[in-house]
């Protein structure tokens, strides 16, 4: 019969590995785009920053919070994408494949589904892919610095790319020399370019490209008229009604240093 059967061939289960978060750890699922070099080319992404895609990017970020529990912050820049799982989530009883599955897939369709509201006159050309991984960090401090981290990144090859694509939209060099002028030069070098060359302060470059894309969840005060009847009254009275609601806030901000956290102080709270 066809409950015999079942059960005959149920052993198979059995290779599927446990693969359990640490409890009492954060888990951060960091997705990043498959060969986003050539997408960008593909897609004519505006070099070092195409603004459109960045918003995307947040886009899908704000979705992924949304509709998969108890994420508390993100964090983003370029192709990539952190999502910070909460210590105490029990989310699908802290599987790791779960935590990665759901973050990159539910990103990935994100990508493709508000692409059009961003690139409204670019056809998307074929499908992108994006990877995923799951990193446990069992101290607050060290998803700090994985954050503080990711936020460097940003700093370092967004000053590199401002001062390379300088170079060759404005000093008329190729992407080669370019790239041998760079090479072995320090921050303040690169500075030094952008100021005296092309009279670019880098401080006052924009804060998205500088600092990235933190997403975090606040609470807001949502005030409604509401029209009601009372009992003890003919007409309809008009009242306001308010309720606290979570929203996801976009902040372009230094994560780096303690100000963020001491302005923020419930992120990480349970
Ligand atoms: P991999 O598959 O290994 O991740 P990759 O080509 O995606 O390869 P990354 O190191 O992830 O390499 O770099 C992403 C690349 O995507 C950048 O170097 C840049 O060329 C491009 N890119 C991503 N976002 C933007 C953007 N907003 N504007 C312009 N270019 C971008
Ligand atoms: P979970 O997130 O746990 O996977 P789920 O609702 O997706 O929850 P599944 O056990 O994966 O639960 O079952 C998928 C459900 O999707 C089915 O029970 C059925 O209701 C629906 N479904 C999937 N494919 C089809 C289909 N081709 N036609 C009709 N219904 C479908
Ligand atoms: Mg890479
Ligand atoms: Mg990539
Ligand atoms: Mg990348
Ligand atoms: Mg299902």
């Known amino acids: 019969c066809r409950k015999m059967a079942k059960s005959k061939f149920e052993y198979v289960r059995n290779f599927e590995v446990q693969d359990t978060c640490l409890g ?43 509709e998969l529990d108890a994420i508390c912050l993100a964090f983003g820049q370029s192709d990539e994408y952190s999502f ?20 990159v ?17 670019v056809p998307i050309l074929y499908p992108p892919g994006f990877d995923g991984r799951v990193v446990l960090y069992p101290s607050e401090q060290n998803l700090k610095d994985y954050l503080n981290w990711r936020q460097a990144d940003c700093h370092i090859n967004n000053l590199y790319n401002t001062t390379f694509w300088s170079l060759v939209h404005k000093g008329g060099l190729t992407p080669v020399q370019a790239q041998i002028r760079l090479k072995g030069t320090l921050a303040a070098e690169k500075n030094e370019i952008l100021f005296s060359d092309f009279n670019i ?28 009847k009372l009992p003890n009254e003919a007409d309809e009275k008009e009242v306001e009604v308010s309720r606290w609601r979570n929203e996801i806030v976009e902040l372009h901000c230094d994560i780096i240093g303690d100000q963020f956290w001491e302005e923020h102080p419930s992120i990480l709270s349970d």
Not at 86 to 97: E, L
Not at 105 to 121: G, H, I, L, T
Not at 205 to 218: D, F
Request: positive net charge.
């Open 105 to 121: 897939s539910q990103f990935a369709s994100s990508y493709v589904f508000y692409w059009k509201e961003y690139f409204p006159d």
């Open 24 to 66: 009492n750890c954060w888990v951060v699922v960091r997705v990043d785009g498959r060969n986003f070099h050539r997408f960008a080319e593909q897609h004519n992404f505006t070099k070092p920053n195409d603004v459109r895609a960045l918003q995307l990017m947040n886009r899908c970020a704000q979705n992924v919070m949304e």
């Open 201 to 228: 302060n880098y401080n006052n470059e924009p804060l998205l490209y500088r600092k990235g894309s933190v997403l975090i969840w606040q609470k807001v005060n949502e005030v409604s008229k509401k029209r009601i």
């Open 84 to 103: 910070v799982f909460h210590k105490k989530s029990n989310w699908y009883k802290r599987r790791a494949s779960k935590f990665m599955t759901h973050v």
